[in-house]
């Protein structure tokens, strides 16, 4: 499964994912008000990802935003959308924008054969498409959205479908080249490529700037929203934080969660953990600036890990 990702294409299961439809003549201009990313320069067919905050710059959700004709798609973790929607409807006041939650599947599709499995399967995604381009096609003869997917693993893409019609998109996927792929699987080529999700790696304990993802979600040259002025403040210090994500190389499997000490001093947490083919026992995990720096040394139970940049580099 990990070479059908990294040399054909594979098919994931992204069940925790939901889309909260936001509806309205002023809705990017709302959107673009209170998250970190420029949606307002996105046309229909383009999208951002961005984050949510709070005032303190806590990280509430990151989300993949989808401009479509009539509607801003925002996929996010399905066990935050109960959290964001009021959110949301707080920060509205008296704009004329509306909130629906979609019923929605979503697969992932990886690898650098996808777009010819797309095609195969009957859709024509373009080959230039950036990161949340999206395109309505059909697969199997069902109707769903295909958007480049910036934030999964081996070049990627998600596809939206009914769930009365995935079963049927799932088939037509497979039977066009695509290879089943299992989490534990997906876990590992999201750490080889420093693709930290939300939920598993990212949580509201943390700010922008620890998870190397500011470049992604946010853009300097906005104006304001929920937090900008943490991030710009941090901007100005050169993004230094307290703790940072980082890869790791491991002498043997860890579990998530795991502490990462050094000299008996806890300096960071394993959030992702797996065992690739390539490299073997890797992770990702937040740690203490002290112990930041690759090539660093640390100890998790009884194994040792050395800390490097994501990607990890094979």
Same mark, same amino acid.
């Given at each position: 499964?990990?070479?059908? =990702?990294?040399?054909?294409?594979?098919?994931?299961?992204?069940?925790?994912?939901?889309?909260?439809?936001?509806?309205?003549?002023?809705?990017?201009?709302?959107?673009?008000?209170?998250?970190?990313?420029?949606? &307002?320069?996105?046309?229909?067919? &383009?999208?951002?990802?961005?984050?949510?905050?709070?005032?303190?710059?806590?990280?509430?959700?990151?989300?993949?935003?989808?401009?479509?004709?009539?509607?801003?798609?925002?996929?996010?973790?399905?066990?935050?959308?109960?959290?964001?929607?009021?959110?949301? $409807?707080?920060?509205?006041?008296?704009?004329?924008?509306?909130?629906?939650?979609?019923?929605?599947?979503?697969?992932?599709?990886?690898?650098?054969? =996808?777009?010819?499995?797309?095609?195969?399967?009957?859709?024509?995604?373009?080959?230039?498409?950036?990161?949340?381009?999206?395109?309505?096609?059909?697969?199997?003869?069902?109707?769903?959205?295909?958007?480049?997917?910036?934030?999964?693993?081996?070049?990627?893409?998600?596809?939206?479908?009914?769930?009365?019609?995935?079963?049927?998109?799932?088939?037509?996927?497979?039977?066009? %080249?695509?290879?089943?792929?299992?989490?534990?699987?997906?876990?590992?080529?999201?750490?080889?490529?420093?693709?930290?999700?939300?939920?598993?790696?990212?949580?509201?304990?943390?700010?922008?700037?620890?998870?190397?993802? $500011?470049?992604?979600?946010?853009?300097?040259?906005?104006?304001?929203? $929920?937090? &900008?002025?943490?991030?710009?403040?941090?901007?100005?210090?050169?993004?230094?934080?307290?703790?940072?994500?980082?890869?790791?190389?491991?002498?043997?499997?860890?579990?998530?969660?795991?502490?990462?000490?050094?000299? %008996?001093?806890?300096?960071?947490?394993?959030?992702?953990? %797996?065992?690739?083919?390539?490299?073997?026992?890797?992770?990702?995990?937040?740690?203490?600036?002290?112990?930041?720096?690759?090539?660093?040394?640390?100890?998790?139970?009884?194994?040792?890990?050395? $800390?490097?940049?994501?990607?990890?580099?094979?």
């Amino acid at each position: 499964m990990h070479a059908a =990702a990294r040399e054909a294409a594979a098919l994931a299961e992204l069940s925790d994912r939901a889309v909260l439809a936001v509806t309205g003549p002023l809705r990017v201009k709302f959107l673009h008000g209170i998250l970190s990313n420029d949606l &307002q320069s996105r046309a229909p067919g &383009q999208g951002v990802r961005a984050a949510l905050m709070d005032v303190k710059g806590h990280l509430l959700v990151l989300m993949r935003a989808l401009v479509a004709d009539d509607a801003v798609l925002l996929e996010m973790p399905a066990d935050r959308i109960d959290a964001v929607e009021p959110l949301l $409807v707080h920060y509205r006041v008296a704009a004329p924008v509306r909130f629906a939650r979609r019923d929605v599947s979503v697969l992932g599709l990886l690898g650098p054969l =996808a777009p010819d499995v797309l095609r195969r399967a009957g859709a024509e995604v373009p080959a230039d498409a950036r990161a949340e381009d999206h395109v309505a096609a059909s697969l199997g003869g069902r109707s769903v959205r295909i958007a480049r997917a910036g934030d999964l693993p081996a070049a990627g893409w998600v596809v939206h479908a009914a769930p009365a019609d995935a079963a049927a998109v799932r088939e037509a996927l497979v039977a066009a %080249g695509a290879v089943p792929l299992g989490a534990a699987t997906l876990d590992v080529l999201r750490i080889e490529d420093g693709r930290p999700w939300y939920g598993p790696d990212v949580t509201a304990e943390n700010l922008l700037h620890e998870t190397g993802l $500011v470049g992604e979600y946010h853009s300097p040259t906005k104006g304001c929203y $929920v937090g &900008q002025e943490v991030v710009a403040r941090l901007d100005a210090r050169g993004g230094n934080v307290n703790k940072i994500l980082r890869g790791l190389r491991l002498g043997a499997p860890v579990v998530a969660g795991a502490t990462l000490t050094v000299a %008996g001093r806890d300096v960071g947490r394993v959030t992702t953990a %797996g065992v690739s083919p390539r490299l073997g026992p890797i992770a990702m995990a937040f740690v203490h600036r002290s112990a930041a720096e690759p090539g660093t040394k640390v100890d998790i139970g009884a194994t040792t890990g050395t $800390v490097g940049l994501l990607p990890i580099a094979g």
